[in-house]
């Protein structure tokens, strides 16, 4: 079966003013559609991959043929992140998390304010192309950062929150100002379901 890209959760003006409507439309239908399409091109050569999810694809990248391996490294790993990106965004969202998510933030960073400097002042000092993410691992919340479309499931850990510093996601409204669309993703991240990836990881961890 084809991997499919996924429709957006909400309209694509659902996020403005911090994520406008252009953005999203080309973000969503070009940019993600061309992740799915060449990662469904890469299958069709070798068949038996169809069957994995992509998140189990570019878990075991390394039992990726090696003709195909980059692609679904890239694309695969697109497709994922992305999926993940729309999925963690609503419209009214933001504000101070609360919950489990909120007591392990603040018991890992401190409070959330910190927390969002730290992420943000991290995300921002990617070289090129690549993301931000927060991470579960061993117990707590950690900050990392990928390249390209990398995903911290091919080293072994979990994300849980990832904001995407592809220049495609922002330079329509923010042009070269970075931190400006870091700051502004914050006002629609949806912690609920920030929560619930954060609920499966601990999962994962205590049965690992």
Do not use: C
Not at 74 to 83: A, D, E, I, K
Not at 113 to 128: H, I, P, W
Not at 136 to 158: M, R
Not at 179 to 207: C, G, K, M, Q
């Amino acid at each position: 079966m084809a991997y499919e890209l996924p429709a957006l959760p909400y309209d694509y003006a659902a996020l403005e003013p911090y994520i406008d409507e252009a953005t999203m439309k080309l973000h969503h239908d070009k940019h993600h559609q061309t992740y799915v399409t060449n990662l469904n091109g890469a299958v069709e050569k070798h068949p038996e991959l169809g069957s994995k999810t992509p998140e189990e694809l570019i878990k075991d990248l390394a039992s990726v043929p090696d003709d195909v391996k980059a692609v679904v490294r890239n694309s695969g790993g697109g497709h994922v992140n992305h999926t993940m990106f729309w999925q963690i965004m609503k419209p009214g969202g933001g504000g101070t998390p609360t919950g489990e998510i909120g007591e392990q933030i603040t018991a890992d960073f401190g409070d959330f304010e910190t927390f969002k400097k730290t992420f943000n002042e991290t995300t921002a000092k990617q070289f090129g192309s690549g993301w931000g993410w927060l991470v579960f691992e061993g117990g707590k919340l950690k900050i990392v950062t990928t390249a390209n479309q990398d995903n911290p499931i091919s080293t072994g850990l979990y994300p849980i929150l990832g904001n995407d510093v592809w220049e495609h996601a922002y330079y329509l409204k923010y042009q070269n100002k970075r931190p400006d669309y870091l700051a502004a993703i914050f006002n629609v991240i949806d912690w609920s379901a920030v929560a619930e990836r954060s609920t499966a990881a601990r999962s994962a961890h205590a049965a690992a």
